[in-house]
């Protein structure tokens, strides 16, 4: 009784999160410059980080550009490869998570934009909080891809992972899993746009019960 | 204590039969069409024979089980909306008298608090209500032990007929017209099942705890804030498709129908939850969470309705106010 089920995102626009080199990296508010931490003493262990790579569609293009975060010290975590979706500039957006020290950390940013690597957006803090929300209704008639390119234009928000299910076929109620990536405390405002998004549009919701699940 | 027991559901009926065992005696009875009066303590057993075969609990007017000698008046009519008639009139009845209320109608502390504070403060007897949240949960007393200025929050599932139905059909991969179906089978659901699945009654228990908080927290009676129905944000679990709990389930989740209560904002809504986390109750199971300032998070979990199940938090109110 299970009808088409497919993972993978659909229609997430790439160049719409893509302003983030100018963030800097730092914390609002905690009044932290880049580089070194102020208090110096030790240095700090590695951390999780995020880079947005644009690739060309061509073979071991994937492989040239995971070899300079290997080369430099970065210890890969996932690769999440958005094939059949293309940048503005008809590239493959590709997103990688590496651990890192932030001193290696820059040193790779370097390394893979000598190596010919568009680097579109690098940085440890630009989507710092995952949120799970499902969503249910009807969600193809309703235009899946314009539902996620949506989320994906509020600034608070990017949709890292899609899976739906339609087990009536594509014309009755469906639902979806989206996995949210939010920036640092801003997890409200992009539950609030998922939820006016999906209001517009006769969709339901249902949001994750969040800062209870520690 | 004398019990003068109005209302003859499957919660009043259970007040009468226990009531003897936790030192307490009946003297009246009322159902919505009669009522019986008896001074020195009614017999039980004869008046529930008598409810269950001909329908009344005895020969006297419903007004006559008011007007008797009682010290606590035990309110278990149906919740109503809006006015919350006739059970605010039966509790003003007994107030005026000085009597004590206890209710397991949730009408009066959901739709008027301030009013019933009001008339409390106004008369020698007290008001209690913690068969109205969570059944056999002590959910007020434990919120009114830790003091409601030191609670930030109180959320957790809080209609058993919801949670049965979303269990169910996570647990089957069924959908929700056929758990429906089979909870009515099971007197789990009533024919309408709106008031539970639509979320109408967890708000309104939510209500009544942002009340306990808000009312609780304040230095006097103005200057509490009073909550309603209208002020609670609501949404069921009607229509939720089988593949949104078997996605929650891909990803080590569950959906519940949560309520929130802060003393500044009422929400019930299915919301995404780890899937063996604590808040996940199953089937008519009810949980509720306490977040205090600093008694850390407490849980207490149990079984949110039933008859001698919420005539329990019912005889438990009635022996806190000996």
Redesign the interface.
């Known amino acids: 009784m299970s009808g088409p089920e497919f993972e993978g995102t659909d229609g997430v626009d790439p160049d719409l999160v893509s302003e983030g080199d100018d963030r800097g990296g730092s914390r609002e508010g905690d009044g932290n410059a880049d580089g070194p931490s102020p208090d110096g003493g030790h240095s700090p262990g590695p951390s999780t980080h995020t880079v947005r790579l644009e690739l060309v569609d061509e073979p071991g293009q994937l492989l040239a550009a995971l070899q300079p975060i290997a080369n430099n010290g970065g210890n890969l975590l996932s690769i999440y490869h958005e094939r059949g979706n293309k940048t503005p500039r008809g590239r493959i957006p590709v997103e990688v998570d590496f651990e890192a020290t932030e001193e290696r950390f820059d040193g790779i940013v370097e390394a893979l934009r000598e190596a010919g690597v568009n680097v579109m957006q690098a940085g440890t803090e630009e989507y710092a909080e995952e949120l ?3 969503v ?1 209704g009807h969600l193809i008639d309703t235009d899946l891809s314009d539902t996620l390119r949506r989320i994906e234009g509020c600034a608070s928000a990017s949709v890292a992972d899609v ?1 739906l ?3 009536q076929g594509t014309e009755d ?5 989206l996995r949210v990536e939010a920036r640092a405390g801003e997890t409200t405002d992009a539950l609030a746009a998922v939820r006016s998004i999906a209001e517009e549009k006769g969709l ?1 919701v ?4 969040t800062g ?2 520690a | 204590m004398k019990l003068a027991v109005v209302g003859a559901g499957a919660v009043g009926r259970s007040v009468v039969e226990l009531a003897g065992e936790y030192g307490h005696e009946v003297v009246a009875v009322a159902d919505s069409q009669s009522a019986i009066v008896e001074p020195e303590g009614v017999d039980a057993e004869a008046v529930l024979t008598r409810k269950a075969e001909i329908g009344v609990v005895g020969d006297d007017d419903p007004d006559d089980a008011l007007a008797a000698d009682y010290d606590v008046l035990v309110e278990a009519t149906p919740t109503t909306l809006g006015d919350a008639e006739p059970g605010f009139t039966h509790l003003k009845a007994a107030l005026e008298r000085d009597r004590h209320v206890v209710l397991a109608n949730k009408g009066p502390v959901a739709e008027r608090f301030g009013d019933v504070r009001a008339l409390e403060a106004d008369s020698a007897g007290d008001v209690r209500f913690e068969a109205t949240v969570g059944g056999a949960i002590p959910a007020i007393s434990t919120v009114e032990d830790v003091e409601p200025g030191h609670v930030t929050a109180i959320r957790g599932v809080l209609n058993g007929t919801a949670n049965f139905i979303l269990t169910r059909m996570a647990a089957e991969g069924l959908d929700y017209d056929h758990v429906l179906a089979e909870a009515q089978d099971l007197g789990v659901a009533e024919a309408d099942p709106s008031f539970d699945v639509e979320g109408t009654d967890a708000a309104l228990k939510c209500v009544i705890l942002s009340n306990v908080l808000s009312f609780g927290a304040a230095d006097d009676l103005e200057s509490a804030r009073e909550f309603t129905l209208a002020d609670a944000e609501v949404a069921g679990i009607r229509d939720i498709p089988g593949s949104a709990l078997r996605l929650a389930a891909e990803d080590g989740r569950t959906v519940r129908l949560i309520g929130e209560a802060t003393g500044e904002t009422v929400r019930v809504a299915p919301r995404l939850i780890p899937e063996n986390g604590t808040l996940a109750v199953n089937g008519t199971q009810n949980i509720v969470q306490i977040e205090t300032t600093h008694a850390g998070r407490l849980n207490i979990s149990g079984r949110g309705a039933g008859g001698p199940e919420t005539a329990s938090a019912v005889l438990g109110d009635v022996g806190r106010l000996e």
Request: hydrophobic content about 50%; cysteine-free.
């Open positions: 799970t929300i499902v249910f899976s299910a339609a087990p109620v469906s639902s979806a899993r339901r249902v949001e994750p019960l209870v699940e």
